[in-house]
């Protein structure tokens, strides 16, 4: 009951209560009120102080800090409106006390002031975006692809330069990667920085031949959690048919899930092709994640759209819909470069026709998640008509009322057009009664047939 009672006399209710006696208190200003309406008016005034006083004893006895809800300084404004309408009661008090709940507009003017100062705070406390990649003054984290073509294996940069004056086949994977680092990279594998640059703000996957090198670049998902929208880092891979390197641009767990995966590869195959198919396949479980979460949320969304009001349904559509879309671009791209190594129009690794059937069967599973988020755009569009439509015809629900109210209206309008001010001296005998009469049933006639033809649902 106490719950009740404090969940209807909220800090709206109470601020209503407070404009409601601030009007009480000019109309006696306004109005020439007798006795008995000033004797109501002064009860109403009494009846909201009341309330006030409920709300403040109901406060107090759940409040755990009796001391500190007595001190605060609002709690010592709400007494103020209570005791003052108390002392109004003695004989030589003035009767305005009994309207001190208006002070409680003060609290309305703070509540105001502080909603101002907690966006402006939130904004000022928001940390600084940090662009990909860090600011440049971290270190790069080298991989190598051991001789089993199993694991992994950590070398310092210089290990990683002087790899690369070898001839000997290499599948490096460097992390980490900043612009501050593409102009030593760009020189180490022979290609040019601004060429890499461009690769690493392109926005979808894409490849490239440069004379002896094709680069490979693409967008790694980063796992989605329930609630967060979409994330992926940019990935750029570099190869020639003896060398493979592997450029991030962020530190993620992507290095640890190739060597898982390249354990459950066949160990028989070539360990270049191995880490290249390790990778693409790497790729493919990511965005299965992304398009599995997209679909638990659109699910949800389906799940609570009768909760959801028209604007936070919208705003959750549309930041679901530009993630679909984000993804069905990069998969539909995605599919196109796989098909690429399929045919072999890049030279990765030097692989023969058997190998790159490998490519096929990525290829074939990238389509059909490009499949599965075509049709979670379809089933999400098809949500968002559902919505707009039941919108639609619940307007035209509402003006179909009001069209049929304005009908009804029409009637007693009509006779009071014909007949004017009154009755007296008019050409045909009619009484008041009978005209009143003669308006109810035909407004009751119609409302009768109005409800007849369904109109009235």
Not at 1 to 14: Q, S, Y
Not at 52 to 60: K, P, R, S
Not at 162 to 175: G, P
Request: glycine share 6%.
């Amino acid at each position: 009951m106490t719950h009740t009672i404090r969940h209807w006399l909220n800090e709206a209710t109470l601020g209503f209560l407070a404009l409601l006696s601030l009007f009480l208190m000019a109309v006696p200003a306004v109005f020439h009120l007798g006795a008995q309406a000033e004797a109501w008016v002064a009860l109403i005034e009494y009846g909201i102080v009341g309330l006030f006083a409920l709300e403040y004893a109901l406060a107090l006895r759940q409040a755990e800090e009796k001391h500190a809800f007595v001190r605060n300084r609002w709690r010592l404004l709400d007494a103020l409106i209570i005791v003052a309408a108390l002392v109004s009661l003695l004989p030589v008090a003035s009767d305005l006390l009994r309207s001190s709940p208006i002070l409680r507009l003060l609290r309305l003017g703070r509540l105001a002031l502080l909603g101002t100062r907690s966006t402006l705070a939130l904004r000022l406390r928001e940390p600084a975006a940090i662009a990909p990649g860090g600011d440049g003054k971290g270190e790069l984290s080298a991989l190598a692809l051991a001789d089993s073509g199993a694991a992994f294996e950590n070398m310092s940069w210089d290990a990683v330069a002087q790899r690369f004056t070898n001839a000997e086949a290499d599948w490096l994977f460097i992390d980490g990667v900043s612009p501050a680092h593409l102009p030593s990279i760009a020189t180490l594998i022979g290609v040019s920085e601004q060429i890499l640059k461009g690769l690493f703000q392109s926005s979808l996957p894409r490849f490239d031949r440069l004379e002896q090198v094709t680069t490979l670049f693409f967008r790694y998902p980063r796992e989605m959690l329930p609630g967060q929208r979409l994330r992926r880092m940019s990935v750029l891979l570099v190869g020639r048919a003896e060398n493979i390197v592997v450029l991030s641009g962020e530190r993620t767990d992507l290095a640890q899930r190739l060597q898982q995966r390249l354990i459950s590869l066949d160990a028989a195959m070539p360990r270049m092709i191995r880490a290249t198919v390790a990778l693409l396949g790497e790729i493919n479980r990511a965005y299965t994640g992304v398009v599995d979460q997209l679909e638990n949320t659109l699910l949800q969304i389906e799940s609570e759209q009768v909760q959801l009001d028209d604007h936070a349904f919208l705003a959750r559509t549309f930041e679901l819909r530009a993630d679909i879309l984000r993804v069905r671009s990069s998969l539909k791209h995605l599919r196109g470069v796989m098909r690429d190594l399929q045919r072999g129009h890049l030279a990765l690794a030097s692989a023969d026709s058997e190998q790159r059937a490998l490519y096929g069967l990525l290829a074939d599973d990238c389509g059909d998640l490009y499949d599965d988020i075509e049709e979670l755009r379809e089933s999400l569009q098809s949500l968002v008509d559902l919505r707009l439509n039941v919108a639609s015809f619940q307007m035209n629900r509402v003006m179909r009322l009001l069209a049929l109210l304005t009908a009804l209206a029409l009637i007693p309008a009509t006779a009071g057009g014909l007949l004017g001010m009154n009755l007296i001296d008019t050409p045909w005998p009619a009484t008041l009664t009978q005209v009143a009469f003669g308006v109810a049933a035909g407004m009751a006639l119609s409302f009768y047939v109005f409800a007849i033809k369904g109109w009235m649902r």
